[in-house]
Structure formats: structure tokens, C-alpha cells
């Protein structure tokens, strides 16, 4: 709303001339007040195409917000996971202390007996202290483990609470020939990629809408009078108008060419930057789909290995008590059951974690 009073110099106006003539004034008094408005014509689909971008801008940040928390899901879960191996690998410890101290004992008999030297005794109870050694390391990756964990989660650090174990936690996954692609179309960095590619068509086609004429209406009512008293009398004192305005960038063409161009190179980048997302989320597909191939043959052949070097372990003790091993054979069959022990633990939580990433690349995770 604008207020006008325009007071026209006599010498300056023929209206002033002719006021002094009519109303004894050297001037002429004129009350106005207008309200405006202006419309640009949407010729060219401006509105949709921000919308469109806008739109896709919108769900590309909401993808990418998915995507975010997946990434926290898996770590998680691969953390979880990993807690419970570390587990397993202080029983193991605690399982091989056990065994290096009845082998100890045994020795320390046949020491006493003199059967045997003070070499054998001494690289026996080493044998032991390795074994006691790998108690603290685990306590201490335990306690790191649960607190990383903690922190994954939100919480502060703390004690985990276990439901099972390594073992109990292993899932069978069949693995198909094929991945439909719609599975991978779920992916919300794929998804946000996409979106990503629509926003970039809706600037490219924004900024080359830009170079063409715009037309825009400007209609305005308001009040008119040369008399303060009768300044809102109405209808009289109503005015209305309407404009019409057609403008052509021809001062800003260079600019605004370049500023289509810059939009066209960011949709090649967007378009190419979609292709590499679906190939690496296929190459994702893939890497996780072998290791848990290939992680199930090789925990069939450590739990081979495991059954063959316990009985090994067995029979060296029961040779040594005969006097048919040597104390290096009974250490040596020892050091690689519990070498074997760990592996497998190893191989069960690479195949948890490859699972955990197939899971995550086939899209799952949070909705």
C-alpha cells in the first residue's frame, strides 16, 4: 500500500495553472493509494521443474540419511560379532592353559624322576605362559570391543550382555546364481544417485528455461482524489490498471549460456556418478557372495583340521607317557591345535561379516 500526495508547482504544470485559475491554489493536491502485484507468466515450466528438483533434492538427502544409518546397522552388528570371537578365543586360551598344565605336571614327575632334562620342563611351562598370555590380550580386546560397541549404540561405555555364542550365531545364506536388479535398486546410495541424476535434468532444463523471454503481469488497484474528504469515497475514487512486461536477457546471454553449460556438465556428472554406484553396489554383490562361498569350504576343512590335530594332540601325550615322543612333539602338536582354534573362530566371523555385507548390499538395513 503506498500513500502519494504530489504537490505540482504552477510554474512547473499546466494542471497547476489551470488549479490557479479554478481553486485560487498554486498547486494541485493528489491523494493516491495503490496496492501492486506481479505475475511471471510460466511459459516455459519453471514452477514444475523447481518443483522436480526440489522434489528429487528432498529424497536424495532423505536416501543419504538411510544410507547413514545403515552404515551404523552393519558396524554394529560386525561389532557384536566380533565381541563374541573374542570370546571364543579366551576360552580357547583358557582351554589350552588347562592342557599346558597337565602337561606340565607330567613333566614335572618324569623331572623329579629324572627322565627327562631340565630343557623339556623349561620349554613346557613357556608353553604354558603362551597360552596364559593370550588371557589378558583377549580380556583387554573384550573390554575395548564392549565400549566401542557402547558408542556404535549411542550409550556409554559399559558391559555388553551376550545372547549365545559365535557358534550359535551362525546362519546358513543360500546363494543364488543371479541378483535381480531390483534388489539393488533398494540401495538408498543407489536410490539417492538416482535422485541425484533427476535433480540435475530439472536445473539443466531451469537454467536453459532462463534464457528465454519471460512475461509477467502486473495488476494494481488503489484510491485516487485531488480532495482529502473525498479521498475513499467509492467507487468513485477506485482505480485499477493492468501491465504486461516482456523481457529478454540480452545483457546477462553470455552469463546464463555459461550457466546452462555448467548445468549440463553436472548432469554428466550426476549420470555418470549413478552408473559407478550400481556397478560398485554389483561389485559389492559379488565380493560378498565369494567370501561366503569360499568361507564355508574353508570351515569345513579347519573343523577337519581341528578333529585331526586334537587326536594328534591326544596321541602325542600318550606316546610321550610310553616314552615313543619326544616333549618337542607333544609342544609342537599343542601350538598348532591352538593356532587351528583361533583360524576357525577367524573364518566363522569372516563368514558373519560377509553376511552382514551381502545383507547391506542387496539394500537392507533401515527403512
Do not use: H
Amino acid at each position: 500500500m503506498q500513500e502519494q500526495v504530489e504537490r505540482i508547482s504552477l510554474k512547473n504544470s499546466l494542471n497547476g495553472s489551470l488549479s490557479a485559475q479554478f481553486t485560487s491554489k498554486n498547486y494541485l493536491d493528489d491523494y493516491s493509494a495503490n496496492l501492486r502485484m506481479s505475475w511471471e507468466v510460466d511459459i516455459w515450466g519453471k514452477a514444475a521443474m523447481q518443483k522436480r528438483d526440489a522434489k528429487a533434492t528432498y529424497f536424495a538427502q532423505k536416501e543419504n540419511l538411510s544410507a547413514l544409518k545403515t552404515r551404523i546397522i552393519v558396524q554394529v552388528a560386525q561389532a557384536y560379532y566380533d565381541l563374541l570371537g573374542l570370546d571364543e578365543q579366551l576360552k580357547i586360551a583358557q582351554k589350552n592353559i588347562e592342557l599346558s598344565d597337565s602337561t606340565l605336571n607330567m613333566m614335572k614327575l618324569q623331572y623329579t624322576a629324572g627322565s627327562i632334562s631340565s630343557l623339556a620342563l623349561n620349554q613346557s611351562e613357556a608353553q604354558k605362559k603362551t597360552a596364559e598370555l593370550l588371557v589378558p590380550l583377549a580380556k583387554a580386546n573384550i573390554a575395548v570391543q564392549e565400549n566401542a560397541l557402547q558408542i556404535l549404540c549411542g550409550e556409554y561405555p559399559n558391559t555388553v550382555a551376550r545372547a549365545g555364542n559365535l557358534n550359535a550365531s551362525e546362519f546358513a545364506v543360500e546363494v543364488p546364481s543371479g541378483i535381480p536388479a531390483s534388489l539393488l535398486s533398494r540401495r538408498p546410495d543407489v536410490k539417492a544417485s538416482e535422485y541425484a541424476v533427476m535433480s540435475a535434468y530439472a536445473k539443466t532444463g531451469l537454467a536453459k528455461a532462463t534464457m528465454y523471454p519471460t512475461l509477467s503481469l502486473s495488476p494494481s488497484i488503489g484510491v485516487n482524489s485531488f480532495q482529502f474528504d473525498t479521498w475513499f469515497n467509492f467507487p468513485g475514487s477506485v482505480t485499477k490498471s493492468i501491465a504486461a512486461n516482456l523481457a529478454q536477457p540480452i545483457f546477462r546471454k553470455k552469463q546464463l549460456r555459461t550457466a546452462y553449460q555448467v548445468a549440463l556438465l553436472e548432469q554428466e556428472k550426476a549420470a555418470i556418478q549413478f552408473k559407478q554406484s550400481y556397478i560398485t553396489a554389483v561389485g559389492e554383490v559379488n565380493d560378498a557372495m565369494s567370501r561366503l562361498k569360499y568361507a564355508d569350504e574353508r570351515i569345513v576343512l579347519a573343523t577337519e583340521k581341528s578333529v585331526s590335530l586334537e587326536k594328534a594332540t591326544s596321541d602325542a601325550g600318550l606316546l610321550y607317557k610310553s616314552g615313543m615322543a619326544s616333549y618337542l612333539e607333544v609342544i609342537v602338536a599343542q601350538n598348532s591345535s591352538l593356532q587351528n582354534e583361533l583360524d576357525v573362530v577367524a573364518i566363522k566371523l569372516e563368514k558373519l561379516n560377509a553376511a552382514i555385507n551381502l545383507y547391506r548390499a542387496l539394500g537392507g538395513g533401515a527403512q
